[in-house]
């Protein structure tokens, strides 16, 4: 008789995760499941839920293989309950187990369904993190803006990252500055190491490929990395061969080159293939050993430790109700082209099929091409918001949302940032080469070729003044809008109304 099943969900992959660490591997069971739940609450990405179930698969088998009894069940499985909850009463009802011991999820919606499950679930703290929750909640207590430089200020003197006693090395926290560099004339970089699929993969495949072949994606190539030891292959291919330059380049766009010198590694930390110590640790050692700038490294170290983190504290602290705030008022229906990239903008139109083919857009693109625009356009932020949960291989909704909610749409109202992260067409020309084969032409400002986001820039201003013509950030740019002439004002202002007015009908813009 089994008194206690160990739940591991597809995000939890890790030797050291908690439940495990509270289990007994000779009198309880783990289980696995792959549940059209948790695969289908948005339309995910194929590739995607192929990285996952493969990589469900093979840590399976690497369970079984240190020792561990493990009842797996696949998709296609015909006694597949179809709930993580169903599938932990199934194996109650096999087993006899009278309680289940998990890690806590990153989503509130499955913490929830944990809890209303009728056998007893202990949730443990997931402690992969660096932050625990009630240590975000003790750092963002009493102060008056939860800005992520402070807090991540306290994460590098808690791990001593980059550290010189109690200062930071070089005597900067931040090399920001120094990290926003067009893009070259030339790359060096290849890309992220890309893995053949094997027997397990090519079987995952064809289940999904059966099952969810309307999602929006392209499944194939396939060239993830599904198990710890190719996730540790792929770290130590950028950090030896990317790095160095990644820093410099890390807000440049291409429209011919997918990845620059990005590392492509964030969805094998959030799967838990990866820890954050293990990576953070790998760039600060190629500092140290000289083979990479510290502007690099810092940059690279800021995202894990810096916005990962503060995007998790963030999303726990805010609470279940953090995806449907809409600040701004925005209720435009989401456009049909974020689904097929048919537009005639150069930038959303390659931001938009690299996410289809890859499951993969960097930072900028994600924030200062697909989410500016959505902002700018008055999208409906929870309709922004689904649409990075399903189309991102590393989107989980406690780093998505925040990221999303807060930083690209300010649907929470500046928690996450003092000011929207909007721009003009400019910003885009000088971080990107998409300007020189678009249909529109960024240098103007009105009209039918103009730029969109030329004009929309100035009518979200002019829409928000209330709420933002006083921000400190922004009163250079409300001046700016006040001394054009009124004519000016008024072609702009006309220009965005027939642009929205065509977005609106569904017309190809």
Not at 424 to 434: A, C, E, Q, T, V
Not at 484 to 496: H, I, P, Y
């Amino acid at each position: 008789m089994v008194s206690r099943l160990v739940l591991i969900l597809g995000d939890q992959l890790s030797d050291d995760i908690a439940a495990l660490r509270e289990a007994d591997k000779d009198s309880d069971i783990i289980v696995m499941a792959e549940v059209m739940d948790e695969a289908a609450y948005v339309p995910h990405h194929p590739k995607k839920i192929a990285f996952l179930f493969a990589a469900m698969r093979k840590f399976a088998a690497h369970l079984e293989g240190r020792g561990w009894r493990v009842r797996y069940t696949r998709l296609d499985d015909p006694e597949n309950a179809g709930s993580i909850p169903g599938e932990l009463l199934r194996r109650a009802g096999e087993t006899g187990a009278t309680e289940v011991l998990a890690t806590e999820p990153g989503e509130f919606r499955l913490i929830a369904a944990l809890e209303d499950c009728p056998i007893p679930v202990h949730q443990f703290p997931d402690d992969r993190f660096l932050c625990s929750h009630a240590e975000f909640e003790a750092w963002a207590e009493g102060r008056k803006e939860l800005r992520m430089e402070w807090f991540y200020r306290e994460m590098r003197r808690k791990t001593g990252l980059l550290m010189e006693g109690d200062k930071p090395e070089g005597g900067k926290w931040n090399y920001d500055h120094d990290n926003r560099k067009p893009a070259p004339d030339e790359i060096t970089f290849g890309g992220p190491m890309q893995f053949a699929p094997d027997e397990t993969v090519e079987e995952v495949l064809a289940l999904v490929e059966d099952r969810f072949g309307g999602n929006f994606g392209r499944l194939r190539p396939f060239w993830f990395a599904t198990d710890r030891g190719q996730a540790r292959q792929a770290l130590r291919h950028f950090i030896r061969n990317a790095l160095p330059e990644f820093g410099d380049y890390q807000d440049a766009m291409l429209d011919r080159n997918r990845f620059l010198y990005h590392a492509v590694i964030s969805m094998y930390l959030n799967a838990g293939l990866l820890g954050w110590r293990e990576i953070c640790e790998a760039a600060e050692d190629a500092y140290r050993a000289g083979d990479a700038p510290l502007n690099a490294v810092e940059g690279f170290i800021r995202q894990v430790i810096g916005w990962r983190e503060y995007m998790r504290g963030i999303y726990f602290r805010e609470g279940p109700d953090y995806t449907s705030r809409n600040a701004l008022n925005h209720q435009r229906k989401l456009p049909g082209f974020y689904w097929t990239a048919e537009t005639d903008m150069r930038c959303m139109a390659r931001a938009i099929e690299q996410t289809r083919d890859e499951a993969y857009a960097h930072h900028i693109q994600r924030l200062m091409v697909t989410g500016n625009f959505a902002l700018l356009a008055g999208i409906d932020p929870h309709e922004v918001h689904e649409w990075y949960l399903a189309v991102y291989a590393d989107a989980y909704e406690w780093v998505e949302a925040p990221n999303v909610i807060g930083m690209s749409q300010f649907a929470d109202g500046g928690i996450v940032g003092s000011k929207p992260y909007v721009s003009g067409g400019n910003y885009i020309r000088k971080m990107s080469d998409y300007c020189n084969s678009c249909s529109y032409h960024v240098g103007d400002k009105t009209g039918d070729k103009a730029c969109p986001f030329n004009y929309l820039y100035w009518a979200f201003l002019h829409r928000h003044r209330e709420r933002f013509g006083k921000n400190p950030r922004m009163a250079q740019m409300y001046r700016t809008w006040m001394r054009m002439s009124d004519e000016k004002r008024q072609a702009t202002l006309e220009s965005a109304g027939a642009f929205l007015d065509k977005l609106s009908k569904g017309a190809r813009v």
